[in-house]
C-alpha cells in the first residue's frame, strides 16, 4: 500500500510539474472557435493520459509488489475484455480529440466495441433488473443484449454531454466513485480514481488541461465497468433504481437536449450551447455553476440512499427542480441574451 500510494505521488507530481512538456509530445489541442468553444487559448485535452498512466502504474505496482490488496479474481478472459472495453473507449476518444470524428461514425464504433466486450465477458451482461419498489424481479432474457448495449452506449454518450466546463465532469465522477467507495467491498481502486482524480481537477481548475473525449470515454468505460460489476457480481449496489439517482443528472440532460434538437430539427448528436452548465454559467461564475451542479449530483442520491425516500417521490423531487431550473435559467438566458446583443 504504501509503495503504490507513493509511486502515485511522485508519477502525478512529475505530471504536475511537467504539463508543458507534456502537452507539447502529446499535441492534442481544444481550439477555440467563438461559437461551441469560447476559452481564449488553445488547452491540451490530456485528462485521459493522465489516468491512464495512472493505471499502468497502478496494475504495474499491484502485480509486482502487492498483488494480495486486490481480492477479486477476474478469469483470463474477463482480464482480456475489460481492458479491450477501456482502452478501445480511450483510443476512440484520442481519434475523435485529433481528428474531429463524425458523431454517427463514433456512435456505431461504440456499438461494435459494446458488442465485442459483452460477447467475450457475459459476467457484463445485464440479465435481470431489481426495483426498490417492487418485489419480484424482471428477467431480460432474450432482450438482455441490446439493453446492456443501449445502457453502454446511454451512459457514454451522457457523460459526454454532460462536460463542458472545467471541474463539472471531474467532480461527477470524484462523487461517483466516492459513493462506490462506501459501499464496495473494492476498498482500494475507487480511491485511487478520486486521488488520479483530485490531480487532474487542480489542472483543470488552473486551465492547464481540459479532460477532452479521450478522457470522458476513458472514465465512462471504467464507471461501466464498475457499475456493471457492483451491480451483477458483488451484490453491493441492489438496485437498478440506485444506479439511475447516480446518473440522473447527465441523463436528464441527454434525454432533454435530444428531445429539444429534434424538435426544432437538427441533428440530436452536433452540440449547442443549451446544456445545464452552459445556462447555469451564463448567470453564475464557475465556482457557483459546479456547487450547483453537485447539490443536483447528490441530491437524489442522499434522498435515496441515506434518507429512505421512495423511488417515486425522490423522482418527483428531483424531476421539479430540474424542470424549475431549466425553465427559469432558459428565461434568462433569452433575456440575458436579448440585453446582450441589443
Do not use: W
Request: hydrophobic share 55%; net charge positive.
Amino acid at each position: 500500500m504504501i509503495k503504490l500510494l507513493f509511486s502515485l505521488l511522485i508519477l502525478n507530481l512529475l505530471i504536475f510539474f511537467n504539463i508543458n512538456k507534456i502537452s507539447k509530445i502529446i499535441n492534442i489541442y481544444d481550439k477555440p472557435d467563438n461559437k461551441l468553444k469560447i476559452h481564449k487559448s488553445i488547452i491540451p485535452l490530456l485528462g485521459g493520459f493522465i489516468i491512464i498512466s495512472n493505471l499502468f502504474l497502478f496494475i504495474f505496482i499491484i502485480c509486482i509488489f502487492d498483488s494480495g490488496i486486490i481480492k477479486i479474481n477476474f478469469s483470463i478472459r474477463e482480464n482480456i475484455s475489460i481492458c479491450f472495453f477501456v482502452f478501445s473507449f480511450f483510443l476512440l476518444g484520442i481519434i475523435d480529440d485529433k481528428y474531429k470524428l463524425n458523431p454517427e461514425k463514433k456512435f456505431f464504433i461504440s456499438i461494435f466495441s459494446s458488442i465485442l466486450v459483452i460477447t467475450l465477458n457475459q459476467e457484463l451482461l445485464i440479465t435481470n433488473l431489481k426495483f426498490s419498489f417492487f418485489e419480484n424481479r424482471f428477467f431480460l432474457n432474450d432482450f438482455s443484449y441490446f439493453f446492456t448495449i443501449f445502457c453502454i452506449i446511454i451512459l457514454v454518450n451522457a457523460l459526454n454531454f454532460y462536460d463542458g466546463i472545467n471541474g463539472q465532469s471531474i467532480t461527477f465522477f470524484i462523487i461517483i466513485f466516492g459513493y462506490l467507495t462506501l459501499v464496495s467491498q473494492n476498498f482500494i481502486f475507487y480511491p485511487f480514481i478520486i486521488f488520479c482524480l483530485i490531480f487532474v481537477l487542480i489542472l483543470n481548475l488552473k486551465n492547464k488541461i481540459f479532460m477532452g473525449d479521450n478522457g470522458i470515454y476513458l472514465l465512462s468505460s471504467v464507471l461501466i465497468l464498475s457499475l456493471i460489476y457492483e451491480y451483477n457480481e458483488f451484490k453491493t449496489i441492489k438496485f437498478a433504481d440506485e444506479i439511475f439517482f447516480l446518473l440522473i443528472l447527465p441523463g436528464y440532460d441527454l434525454l432533454r437536449l435530444t428531445v429539444t434538437r429534434v424538435f426544432m430539427g437538427r441533428n440530436p448528436f452536433y452540440g449547442d450551447r443549451n446544456h445545464i452548465h452552459h445556462l447555469i454559467k451564463n448567470r453564475f461564475s464557475l465556482l457557483k455553476t459546479n456547487m450547483i451542479l453537485i447539490f443536483l449530483i447528490l441530491l437524489p442520491i442522499l434522498l435515496f440512499n441515506y434518507a429512505g425516500m421512495h423511488f417515486l417521490i425522490v423522482l418527483a423531487i428531483f424531476t421539479f427542480i430540474y424542470i424549475f431550473l431549466i425553465t427559469k435559467l432558459s428565461k434568462n438566458d433569452k433575456k440575458y441574451y436579448y440585453r446582450k446583443n441589443k
